[in-house]
């Protein structure tokens, strides 16, 4: 019998695109528009770090040095799959981090390395909420986040914030009204330190209410400290883990945003039986150790130097553009927030110039940025189409002004300045 492989009418080549999944995807799955990739050629609408940061030699000597140093060991390491929390290495110094930069003890057994802080928060959110559940969060707040709590059911309502970040008497107020009407937030997810979009960053002070809040009401608090290395002006505020070690509090951070994105390396701590819950969500073995034994050989060394190298770039970045708008934008009756870290500046048109609309004209124009509605906790699109996050992390100080002026140009030209 002929095979079909053999077959000389049968050609895969002419079959390309042709066989259909209409009828085969599973229930949960959801068309996905694939990252753009495009660049606008000032582009603000990214979420890096200063990519000219990147201690690329650093984190390549620290991996030469510690294959140099302990052969057998590293490539044991690399010809296994790493241990679920992550290696070990890398835990023990970031417990130590943990202590020294946020003034928290954990051992390394209470510690998951995870694929980016992102599958951290993934894993919790799967570990505590159920479809329906409210859950809490800044009224603007990382859109990765929220469509994670939406693809796992939850029904995220926005708390209102000010330059500080979160009111603690508008989260009492929204929780107790709630509560009235029968329900109950689940869990609340803030990022304390330099939140994205918006900048901000909460006091010790409100954080002890707000942690005094959850207490009163059994709400967790999900604390994400994406950013809290990029302060390169006035004071760190304690971690809310810091401030509380009831295990009311879960702590997820990252090193996307110290070192590089494209390392994928996070890491979250909270109480032993809320760890056991969120790693049995996750699929295979810890991550890549690779990085993992770059990341604790370059990190052990050169910490310091590396933030005194980066902070002060940001600084310059962030002011070229904070320059940049008082001198376009004085007389718009914008107004735009002062961050003291992290990447972003948060800008708010007045409330009736729709930027969300234009934004696609625009970023075609020459600049790019994120809509407000993108960070809207509610997904409503009520309160963001005048607000845009803008990165000034990403390009250089001139393109940074360069940008800027554009922006103001392309606004007007659009009838929204
Ligand atoms: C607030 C916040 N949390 C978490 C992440 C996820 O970062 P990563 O998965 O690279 O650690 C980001 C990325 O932009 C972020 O802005």
Redesign the pocket.
């Known amino acids: 019998m002929k095979s079909k492989w053999l077959d000389s009418d049968w050609n895969p080549t002419n079959m390309v695109g042709t066989f259909s999944y209409d009828k085969l995807f599973s229930r949960d799955s959801a068309d996905t528009p694939l990252n753009p990739v495009a660049h606008a050629k000032y582009d603000f609408a990214v ?1 890096y770090p200063a990519p000219e940061t990147l201690p690329m030699d650093g984190l390549i000597q620290a991996l030469q040095t510690a294959v140099d140093s302990n052969s057998e060991k590293v490539l044991a390491e690399m010809a296994y799959y790493p241990q679920q929390l992550g290696a070990i290495e890398l835990r023990e110094y970031t417990v130590q981090k943990l202590v020294t930069d946020r003034g928290f003890s954990v051992t390394s057994e209470e510690l998951a390395l995870t694929n ?4 951290a ?1 993934g894993l919790v959110i799967q570990a505590l909420t159920n479809p329906g559940d409210i859950v809490l969060a800044e009224e603007f707040v ?1 859109m ?2 929220t469509n994670q709590l939406r693809r796992f059911g939850a029904d995220i309502r926005g708390v209102a914030i000010d330059d500080g970040g979160i009111i603690p008497e508008a989260l009492e107020k929204q929780i107790i009204d709630l509560n009235s009407a029968g329900d109950k937030p689940k869990y609340l997810y803030t ?1 304390p330190e330099h939140q ?1 979009p918006t900048g901000s960053t909460l006091s010790e002070q409100r954080r002890r209410a707000i942690l005094d809040i959850a207490h009163k009401y059994g709400m967790p608090i999900l604390e ?1 400290d ?2 809290v290395d990029l302060r390169y002006k006035g004071e760190t505020q304690p971690a809310f883990r810091a401030l509380d070690d009831s295990g009311i509090v879960v702590y997820v951070a ?1 090193y ?1 945003k110290l070192l590089a ?1 494209g390392l ?1 390396l ?1 890491y979250f701590t909270c109480s032993p039986d809320l760890m056991r819950r969120a790693l049995s969500f996750k699929i295979g073995s810890g991550p890549n150790q690779f990085a993992a034994v770059a990341i604790e050989g370059f990190l052990k060394n050169n910490l310091d130097l590396h933030r005194d190298n980066f902070n002060p770039i940001l600084e310059a970045k962030c002011n070229s553009m904070v320059d940049a708008l008082e001198e376009h934008f004085h007389n718009s009756g914008a107004v735009w927030s002062a961050p003291q870290g992290g990447c972003y500046v948060w800008l708010t048109m007045p409330e009736d110039a729709d930027i969300a609309s234009i934004r696609d004209e625009v970023f075609d124009q020459g600049v790019g940025y994120v809509a407000g509605p993108n960070f809207e906790a509610d997904g409503s699109g009520r309160i963001g189409k005048n607000c845009a996050r803008l990165c000034f992390a990403f390009e250089s100080v001139e393109k940074n002004s360069e940008g800027i002026a554009l922006l103001a140009q392309l606004f007007k030209q659009h009838g929204v300045m």
């Open positions: 979420a980016g802080s992102g599958e928060l990382y990765g986040t990022i994205n994400d994406c950013y990252s996307s994105p994928r996070g």
